[in-house]
Nanobody, 114 residues
């Protein structure tokens, strides 16, 4: 397994979670990385990407609330999620951007109660 997501959990609406994506050195050398999510009964969707160290972009639904960043020393990608809404509840995955199927991990579940 090359990418391992963690940090999900249960939180009330308005709360925060920080997701982590641990990668092997080889995988983390990928310049463009992204976070994606899949809610029950819905297709997997884009959440955010980071190109290089600081060029970021976000889905409109999370702009201003989520922040994607990376720690190159620890080969870890993060997603800081603030002001969570019930519609943010999903399994979150990291991958390259654009995503490559072989990089999909198990994901980490974020549950947001109203």
């Amino acid at each position: 397994v090359q990418l391992v997501e963690s940090g999900g959990g249960f939180v009330q609406a308005g709360g925060s979670l920080r997701l982590s994506c641990a990668a092997s050195k080889t995988t983390f050398s990928i310049n463009d990385m992204g976070w994606y999510r899949q809610a029950p009964g819905k297709q997997r969707e884009f959440v955010a990407y980071i190109r290089g160290g600081s060029n970021t972009n976000y889905a409109d639904s999370v702009k201003g609330r989520f922040t994607i960043y990376r720690d190159t020393d620890k080969s870890t990608l993060f997603l800081q999620m603030n002001s969570l809404k019930s519609e943010d509840a999903a399994v979150y995955y990291c991958s390259s951007y654009p995503p490559v199927p072989r990089f999909w991990g198990q994901g980490t579940q974020a549950n947001v109660s109203a």
